[in-house]
C-alpha cells in the first residue's frame, strides 16, 4: 500500500498509520478470541446450543482402562471383602451364602451383566453411537454396546415413555439422558435383581442408578451412583475411563452354556449360615480387621482408618482352617 498519496504527505500519514495498525491488531485480537480453539471444542459448542446433532460427540469405539479398581473389574473380587461399600447388614448377611462356584453352573454362564455393573465390568470394547429424528434432526436416542455377551442399551433422548408397572424388568433398565451443558446425564430404572460387587453383594428390582458421561479429548469418563435403600445405606459412587479406539471393529459373542463341573441336577452352590469361616480368609491373609472387611457405610470415609486400629486382632489362619474343616466334617455326617 502507498503512504502519503492522494491524502497528504508522508508524514502526516504516519497517525494514520498507527490508527490503522491499532485496529488490525484489535480485530485479531477479537478474532482469535471469537474463533473455536479446536474441533474438540466446536463439538462441545454443538452440544451446548442444540438438543440434536451435537451429541455426536461421544460416538465412537471405547476401550476401558482398567487402572481403576483392576482386580475387581477383572478376574473379580475375593469373597468376603466388602470394605468401602455402603452395604446394609441384611445385604451383608446374603452376601455371606454366596459360592463363587455358582457361576459354573450353565444357567449363569452366558447371563450378561446388569447395565449397573457391565459398563464397569470385563466387558471389553464399548460401541456409542446416536440417531437422529429423519424430520426433526433432533436427537432421539443414543445406544451403547458392550462386546462380552452383546448387551445393548438404549438411552433415550426424545421424552420417551416408560415401560408400564406390569412390564417385566431387564438387565439393562429402561433410560432416558439429557444434555447437561456438554455433559451426558442419564437415568436408569426399571432393572432386573443383579448385583453391584461380583462376590455376593446382590441388588433388588428396586435398584435404580444415575450416570454422567463426561469427554476430555480422546479420553471418557462414566460416573454411575447407584441407589437400593434395601442394599445400599447410601448412593454407592463408582467411575469407569476409557480411551478413544479409532477404526476398531466388534465382532459377535456367541455365548453357549456347557456342563463345567458335573453336578446333582438342581444343585446350587451356595454357603450355608455355618459355613461362613470360608469369607474370613481374604481379611486375614490380608491383614484387614474382620469387622472392617465387613463394609458398611462407616467403611467409606479416610477416618474410618483410625477406627481399624481400635479393632480387635483377627484370629490366626489355622483356627479359621480347623473350623472349616470341623464344618465340612459334620455336613457330611
Not at 459448542?45 to 465412537?60: A, E, H, K, M
Not at 452383546?150 to 439422558?177: E, I, K, Y
Not at 443383579?194 to 458421561?213: L, Q
Request: charge should be negative.
Amino acid at each position: 500500500m502507498a503512504i502519503g498519496t492522494a491524502g497528504g504527505s508522508r508524514r502526516g500519514s504516519a497517525p494514520r498509520l498507527l490508527a490503522a495498525s491499532a485496529a488490525g491488531v484489535a480485530l485479531v485480537v477479537s478474532a482469535a478470541l471469537l474463533a473455536p480453539q479446536s474441533a474438540h471444542a466446536q463439538l462441545r459448542s454443538q452440544v451446548n446450543t442444540t438438543r440434536g446433532y451435537g451429541g455426536d460427540y461421544l460416538d465412537g469405539f471405547w476401550n476401558p482402562i482398567y487402572d481403576e479398581d483392576a482386580a475387581e473389574r477383572g478376574a473379580g473380587p475375593d469373597q468376603g471383602d466388602y470394605a468401602g461399600l455402603p452395604i446394609t447388614q441384611a445385604a451383608l448377611a446374603h452376601a455371606r451364602s454366596y459360592n463363587p462356584e455358582i457361576l459354573d453352573i450353565p444357567e449363569y454362564q452366558c447371563r450378561p451383566h446388569p447395565a449397573i455393573y457391565g459398563i464397569r465390568g470385563a466387558g471389553g470394547l464399548v460401541r456409542i453411537w446416536q440417531t437422529l429424528n429423519p424430520v426433526t434432526q433432533q436427537q432421539e436416542r443414543i445406544d451403547l454396546w458392550l462386546r462380552w455377551q452383546q448387551q445393548h442399551r438404549v438411552v433415550w433422548m426424545d421424552g420417551h415413555a416408560p415401560p408400564p408397572s406390569w412390564a417385566l424388568p431387564t438387565w439393562q433398565g429402561f433410560s432416558v439422558g439429557r444434555w447437561v451443558g456438554d455433559v451426558l446425564a442419564v437415568h436408569t430404572n426399571h432393572l432386573k435383581a443383579s448385583y453391584v460387587r461380583r462376590n455376593g453383594v446382590d441388588t433388588d428390582d428396586h435398584t435404580t442408578f444415575d450416570e454422567r458421561f463426561f469427554r476430555y479429548g480422546n479420553y471418557m469418563v462414566d460416573i454411575v451412583m447407584t441407589s437400593d435403600p434395601g442394599v445400599l445405606s447410601e448412593p454407592l459412587v463408582k467411575s469407569a475411563n476409557f480411551v478413544l479406539y479409532p477404526n476398531a471393529t466388534m465382532s459377535p459373542y456367541p455365548c453357549q452354556a456347557v456342563t463345567e463341573i458335573p453336578r446333582p441336577q438342581g444343585a446350587v452352590p451356595e454357603h450355608l449360615p455355618n459355613q461362613q469361616q470360608v469369607e474370613q480368609e481374604w481379611a486375614i491373609r490380608n491383614h484387614v480387621p474382620l469387622q472392617a472387611s465387613y463394609g458398611g457405610e462407616q467403611t467409606m470415609l479416610p477416618s474410618y482408618q483410625d477406627v481399624m486400629k481400635k479393632l480387635p486382632p483377627n484370629p490366626p489362619m489355622s483356627t479359621v482352617e480347623k473350623q472349616e474343616q470341623q464344618v465340612l466334617k459334620a455336613t457330611q455326617q
